[in-house]
């Protein structure tokens, strides 16, 4: 026993001795400079982006990548959306919020159920927006181009063991290079709405505000609903105004059949059982199912 215990104290306190060793050289945190260069060579604001990249909030979030290796869509997820109490607050937004769905509704000829039953499934009507801030997961995605940050990724992926490195490498070039495109829209949606970019909140994948827009569908399809100049999807009148705009630019229009609001709406998300769902609601909502 004593021998034992000898030698686990022994043990304890090399490793002690390893841990501080190895804590001692430890690498600086990954940081986002080669991106930062990237974008000023892209014509951004070298200032600008140091206030940015500078500010304590700023870093490199990994679980926004680990989470497509996770992630399955499942149809129950859906069923929720067409609870009693789920309908019941999407009758009271309609009510709530009749101005401005029914102002978008003539300005593009979307009707205020479908534009509603979006705003359900995204965002519970906007009471869930999103936990993680967009600058840090279109930053973290974008930077997945340089090899240094795949294998980060890797070593995280790999503990589940499923995914080679190549398989990893190949996901993750083609995410960086949309997530590059999306940061450089993100940052000129805040610039020319004069928002901080740093304090913006999104989903795992970017998707900002009450209709859970990607920046580059801000840049061409965010509307003003307000009136104010100003394109800010985390106001009810402009997210409105915004999926009114969106819809109608990718071919919705008064009177169209199921399977042709089914074909729009795999533009929102393409994903069958959310289009089925967002007709099911709408029917719900119109009183025709
Ligand atoms: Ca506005």
């Known amino acids: ?80 959306f067409l609870e009693d109490k789920t309908i019941a607050n999407a009758r009271a937004y309609l009510a709530e919020h009749k101005t401005d769905l029914e102002a978008t509704e003539k300005a593009y000829g979307v009707d205020k159920e479908v534009i509603t039953a979006i705003l359900l499934v995204e965002t519970r009507l906007g009471g869930y927006v999103g936990v993680k801030p967009v600058i840090n997961t279109l930053s973290t995605l974008a930077s997945l181009s340089e090899e ?44 020319s709405s004069e928002t901080d970019p740093v304090g913006i909140k999104g989903s795992f994948a970017g998707a900002m505000g009450y209709a859970q827009f990607m920046p580059s569908n801000i840049l061409v399809y ?18 409105i105004a915004s999926i009114g705009l969106y819809l109608k630019g990718h071919g919705w229009k008064p009177g169209l059949d199921a399977e042709k609001m089914g074909k729009v709406l795999l533009r929102y998300n393409n994903s069958t059982y959310y289009a089925n769902t967002l007709l099911r609601i709408r029917a719900v909502l119109r009183g025709s199912s």
Do not use: C
């Open 1 to 80: 026993m004593l021998v034992r215990l000898t030698g686990m104290l022994i043990a304890l306190v090399i490793a002690a001795f390893l841990g501080t060793a190895v804590g001692a050289e430890q690498p600086p945190p990954p940081s986002f400079e080669n991106l930062q260069n990237r974008l000023i060579k892209d014509g951004f604001d070298k200032q600008q982006l140091e206030k940015i990249y500078n500010h304590k909030d700023v870093e490199l979030d990994l679980s926004v990548a680990t989470v497509y290796f996770r992630h399955r869509e499942s149809k129950s997820n859906y069923d929720q």
């Open 148 to 191: 240094s940050k795949r294998s980060l990724l890797f070593n995280q992926v790999s503990k589940n063991g499923k995914q080679s490195r190549e398989q990893v490498d190949a996901w993750a070039e083609k995410k960086a290079a949309w997530a590059y495109e999306e940061l450089k829209a993100f940052l000129s949606h805040t610039d």
């Open 222 to 239: 965010g509307a003003d609903g307000s009136g104010d100049g100003k394109v800010d999807l985390f106001v009810h009148s402009d997210a």
